[in-house]
């Protein structure tokens, strides 16, 4: 099958290191991936902010970028269910439409793959540290990936998975909000952050590097850094011992 890589902008931009884990970790297990390179932006941040002619035109790219893979792969469960609003955002046009269900239909979060697709949820890796799990807003409420994170970490050797306070409580980011409204952003992160320091855990993971990125900077801006690692540079980590 052919596997592509959707990486996303933040990952692309910032966290390249997340997506090289997310292809050694398919490719322990036979997958071959490739990365299009016309795509773009999914139009998210476009979409949310009510500029949708915009929003249409990243998604065209996409739509095509990805028109000849049998399944998509993204790090990020925020911008793939940013697809599935492609729905919405091409209502009345019959042809960009049939492209979008074809296109939700192929794509999948990383654990979602793993979890749903591949039926794997030990990856034989060993990680003997004590973690906490944030699940985003947007993976968990509206893309519906819940128990495939912490499925995938449960069994990972020597990891103690200590439960997040509030844990579905937004941690703030969500994208323009966080600039549009900073202060409510601002008053969100440091509340997440508290919880996330309760826990007495060394590592901070999730599936969406919005989040972390907005929580450890916080935590880094506030003088208590802990290790922040998206799940597939957890498990990467923990399989290839680096």
Same mark, same amino acid.
Request: charged share 25%; net charge negative; proline share 4%.
């Given at each position: 099958?052919?596997?592509?890589? %959707?990486?996303?902008?933040?990952?692309?931009?910032?966290?390249?290191?997340?997506?090289?884990?997310?292809?050694?970790? *398919?490719?322990?297990?036979?997958?071959?991936? !490739? %990365?299009?390179?016309? $795509?773009?932006?999914? #139009? $998210?941040?476009? &979409?949310?902010?009510?500029?949708?002619? /915009?929003?249409?035109?990243?998604?065209?790219?996409?739509? !095509?970028? %990805?028109?000849? =893979?049998?399944?998509?792969?993204?790090? =990020?469960?925020?911008?793939?269910?940013?697809?599935?609003?492609?729905? /919405?955002?091409?209502?009345?046009?019959? =042809?960009? $439409?049939?492209?979008?269900?074809?296109?939700? #239909?192929?794509?999948?979060? &990383?654990? $979602?793959?793993?979890?749903?697709?591949?039926?794997?949820?030990?990856?034989?890796?060993?990680?003997?540290?004590?973690?906490?799990?944030?699940?985003?807003?947007?993976?968990?409420?509206?893309?519906?990936?819940?128990?495939?994170?912490?499925? *995938? *970490?449960? +069994?990972?050797?020597?990891?103690?998975?200590? @439960? *997040?306070?509030?844990?579905?409580?937004?941690?703030?980011?969500?994208?323009? &909000? =966080?600039?549009?409204?900073?202060?409510?952003?601002?008053?969100?992160?440091?509340?997440?952050? /508290?919880?996330?320091?309760?826990?007495?855990?060394?590592?901070?993971?999730?599936? !969406?590097?919005?989040?972390?990125? +907005?929580?450890?900077?916080?935590?880094?801006?506030?003088?208590? @850094?802990?290790?922040?690692?998206?799940?597939?540079?957890?498990?990467?980590?923990?399989?290839?011992?680096?």
């Amino acid at each position: 099958m052919k596997v592509s890589l %959707f990486i996303t902008c933040l990952c692309d931009a910032f966290y390249p290191r997340v997506g090289e884990a997310m292809v050694r970790l *398919l490719a322990r297990h036979g997958i071959r991936t !490739d %990365f299009p390179s016309a $795509q773009t932006c999914c #139009g $998210q941040s476009a &979409f949310n902010s009510g500029y949708w002619e /915009e929003a249409r035109a990243a998604a065209r790219t996409l739509l !095509d970028a %990805f028109a000849d =893979s049998d399944f998509v792969v993204s790090p =990020s469960g925020s911008c793939v269910h940013m697809l599935h609003r492609y729905r /919405e955002l091409f209502r009345g046009d019959p =042809s960009a $439409q049939a492209k979008a269900e074809e296109l939700c #239909g192929k794509t999948y979060e &990383f654990s $979602q793959f793993f979890v749903d697709v591949l039926g794997i949820d030990d990856l034989g890796a060993k990680f003997p540290h004590k973690v906490t799990y944030h699940p985003s807003c947007h993976g968990s409420r509206l893309l519906g990936v819940r128990d495939e994170p912490e499925r *995938l *970490l449960r +069994n990972v050797a020597g990891l103690e998975l200590v @439960p *997040l306070p509030y844990a579905e409580d937004c941690c703030g980011f969500g994208g323009t &909000f =966080s600039v549009k409204m900073s202060d409510i952003s601002g008053a969100m992160v440091a509340e997440k952050a /508290e919880h996330v320091l309760e826990t007495e855990a060394e590592v901070l993971t999730g599936s !969406d590097m919005g989040c972390l990125m +907005n929580i450890g900077g916080h935590l880094r801006h506030r003088g208590r @850094p802990l290790r922040v690692l998206h799940l597939a540079e957890l498990l990467y980590e923990g399989v290839s011992g680096a």
